[in-house]
């Protein structure tokens, strides 16, 4: 596979991620971008788009502390994207022959004298280190503004950036020569505190918590629907009818195993269930802070749905303490990333009842998630890494995408596959002004995993799919208060064409030249999203974050990519188990067998019909019309697309790999 940077042509979107990547120096044809001009200039890589004069709020108060990293060159970098490439590629001769964490450390991570060199330099500074993996990619520290602005020349300012103030350099941050040499890049700004968890709720924005429900799901009322059509509502005429499908109430694992395709895959294997389950795989799931009550909440959830029982060998996490928490104001705190820790283990839980699930917190939702990754990178804990968590659009600086990418080149090359969410504000064009996919889904080194509409029958059986994208518009006095489809959107699976990666060789003759125009297009595949046909999760939800006191226990309904990567991860756990073999970073795998296997992924298009849902809000009583397949300005087409990739991921694919690729 090749992945290489190029000079950009998308001037539009030059101009707009501003300082952020216009002053990277080269833009070559390696996997990762340009380090600075040479090992002794500033670090113009890592001024962000959003630290313009326009945003200036003037200088950062010197005792505020704020949280840095800087990141290392590879020592071979052209020859950790060859053997990315090799490992993961079918036909070639090195596919499947991954590294150990320790093998790849010792060939490509930078050298233990020049990291150290940084990290005394730093501590020198009176900065305190926060995170120093195994692989030596990157440090994290913390120190104050004034310090900070000593050891970088940075003068630290505020910034407004979409009404909320963050700390960044307003000047180009610079190192001394002498411990230069080898550092790719450096982060003095608060923007990786910007990474958010991408879920959603139906109700969302205008209720105080999710549909709740103490057990299982109450006997559906017209209100919601447990499965797709089992109740119409009546609505003002729209799209040539009068009623409509009430949204769901939540989807069940066993609906969703149904639906993906699990019953058939367990007859294929003699009705042997325990085949199909994912056993013998670990999937690893990475968010930040974590849950005071996971494990007790998976296995009463467990036993609502009829799922296995949790242990401590299935079910590990390796989390900070509540004391190390950190950031959690812009973070979003404990109570705000729980939702989505529960939403991930219960959906590997409920595709791959089997699997071990691993789950690593961070400590806060920047350079913690970084740590967290590099945990289970380092020791390979797990060949299946889901992250349903993302940045807004490519808006970041320079060299934090360049070292993030390092850390997914040591995944790739030890045979471990990354799935991200797409995001779930659609072509980003709202917040950014320009379109463009979420990083780091857009990454050609990972799975980038967009999100659909779901449609279950009675039987549990597939009806329909079509991609993500809601629009909502509210029904007073009989009459909607806009035109169709409605003014509000409320979510829709990210995606689009990147302006940093070049078109990954895996895409060519798959990807449509009049949709990438040789750019990387996220996402590859993509599975159920929309919380309006959502998945019931189990949660005490946190309460307080200082204490981390709990309400009861509960079933809610969530939805968002950050559904649709657990999803995809546990149904690629049990294509593991089936097939017998690892597939590591499993894009080239994916596309090849879209390719020979059509129908292994189901191709989502836009219906013959509009399709939409009734929404009555279970707190506030409001009704809607929600017309679904409105995903901003990305379309779902035939064959690939924009919104949901390549198709829908199936438990079909564990079938079509099994035999093959070798």
């Given at each position: 596979?090749s992945?290489s ?51 200036n709020?003037g200088?950062?108060?010197?005792a505020?502390?704020?949280e ?5 060159q ?20 090195s ?13 490509y ?9 940084v ?5 020198s500074?009176g900065?305190?280190?926060t ?8 440090v994290?520290f ?7 602005n ?6 630290l ?13 307003s000047k180009?941050?610079?190192l001394?020569?002498?411990v230069s ?28 918590t ?6 299982r ?44 395709g ?30 005071p ?9 467990s ?8 242990t401590?060998?299935t079910y ?11 950031d959690?104001?812009l973070?979003?705190g404990?109570?705000?990333?729980q ?25 806060n ?8 990754m ?6 390979k804990?797990a ?12 808006a ?10 390092n ?20 072509d ?10 979420d ?7 990972v799975?980038?995993?967009?999100g ?8 549990g ?7 993500w994208?809601?629009y909502?518009d509210?029904i ?16 829709g ?8 990666f ?24 993509s ?15 946190i309460?307080?974050d ?11 309904t ?28 499993a ?13 292994t ?5 836009s219906?013959?019909t509009q399709?939409a ?32 990739g ?11 790999i099994?035999?093959?690729h070798?």
């Amino acid at each position: 596979m090749s992945a290489s940077f190029k000079p950009r042509t998308f001037v539009s979107k030059i101009l707009a991620v501003g300082a952020a990547t216009a002053c990277v120096v080269a833009l070559g044809t390696t996997g990762a971008i340009a380090s600075p001009i040479s090992p002794d200039t500033p670090y113009p890589g890592a001024v962000p788009s959003w630290a313009q004069p326009a945003n200036n709020e003037g200088a950062a108060a010197a005792a505020d502390t704020v949280e840095g990293e800087i990141y290392f060159q590879l020592r071979d970098l052209k020859g950790a994207e060859a053997l990315a490439t090799a490992v993961s590629t079918p036909g070639n001769r090195s596919y499947g022959k991954s590294l150990t964490p320790s093998q790849w450390i010792s060939k490509y991570s930078p050298t233990q004298k020049s990291y150290s060199s940084v990290v005394k330099y730093l501590k020198s500074q009176g900065l305190v280190i926060t995170g120093s993996p195994d692989s030596r990619l990157f440090v994290v520290f913390r120190g104050t503004v004034a310090q900070l602005n000593n050891a970088f020349d940075a003068q630290l300012h505020n910034y407004n950036f979409k009404g909320t103030t963050l700390v960044g350099p307003s000047k180009t941050p610079t190192l001394p020569k002498g411990v230069s040499a080898e550092v790719s890049g450096v982060s003095v700004d608060q923007g990786s505190l910007l990474t958010h968890p991408n879920y959603a709720t139906p109700g969302g924005g205008d209720q105080p918590t999710p549909q709740a429900r103490t057990a299982r799901p109450a006997t559906p009322t017209p209100d919601c629907s447990n499965y797709f059509g089992q109740y119409q509502d009546t609505v003002p005429a729209a799209y040539g009818k009068t009623s409509f499908p009430t949204y769901l109430c939540g989807y069940t694992p066993s609906q969703i195993q149904s639906a993906y395709g699990r019953p058939a895959l367990t007859a294929a294997n003699h009705g042997n269930s325990s085949a199909t389950d994912g056993h013998g795989q670990t999937v690893a799931i990475i968010d930040a802070y974590a849950s005071p009550t996971m494990f007790s909440d998976i296995n009463r959830y467990s036993a609502t749905y009829g799922l296995p029982q949790m242990t401590s060998r299935t079910y590990q996490q390796v989390v900070p303490a509540p004391s190390e928490f950190m950031d959690q104001d812009l973070c979003g705190g404990p109570s705000g990333w729980q939702p989505e820790q529960s939403l991930d283990v219960a959906a590997v839980h409920g595709t791959a009842p089997g699997a071990k699930i691993l789950y690593v917190g961070g400590f806060n939702c920047g350079g913690g998630i970084d740590v967290a990754m590099s945990k289970i990178l380092d020791h390979k804990l797990a060949n299946i890494v889901s992250n349903s968590y993302g940045n807004v659009g490519e808006a970041l600086p320079a060299d934090v995408i360049f070292g993030e990418v390092n850390i997914q080149l040591q995944a790739a090359g030890e045979g471990i596959g990354l799935y991200f969410s797409s995001g779930d504000d659609g072509d980003q064009a709202a917040n950014l002004g320009y379109t463009s996919p979420d990083f780091p889904a857009s990454s050609p080194w990972v799975t980038a995993v967009g999100g659909t509409s779901l449609a279950v029958k009675q039987s549990g059986a597939y009806n329909f799919e079509t991609g993500w994208g809601d629009y909502r518009d509210q029904i007073v006095n009989g009459a909607y208060v806009a035109p169709l489809p409605g003014t509000e959107f409320r979510g829709g699976a990210g995606g689009g064409v990147s302006a940093v990666f070049a078109q990954p060789a895996y895409q060519k003759g798959v990807v449509p030249t009049s949709l990438a125009f040789g750019r990387r297009v996220a996402p590859d595949i993509s599975s159920l999203a929309d919380p309006y046909t959502g998945y019931v999760i189990g949660i005490s939800p946190i309460n307080n974050d200082a204490t981390l006191t709990t309400d009861p226990f509960g079933i809610q309904t969530y939805g968002g990519t950050s559904l649709a990567s657990p999803l995809s991860a546990g149904q690629m756990a049990v294509a593991q188990q089936v097939s017998g073999r690892t597939l590591g970073f499993a894009n080239p795998v994916i596309y090849a067998t879209g390719k020979q296997k059509p129908g292994t992924f189901t191709d989502v298009m836009s219906p013959k019909t509009q399709q939409a849902l009734a929404f009555t809000n279970p707190t506030t009583g409001n009704k809607y019309l929600v017309s679904l397949n409105m995903d901003t300005s990305l379309k779902t087409t035939k064959g690939f697309d924009d919104v949901t990739g390549i198709g829908s991921m199936s438990y079909r694919f564990a079938q079509a790999i099994s035999g093959n690729h070798r």
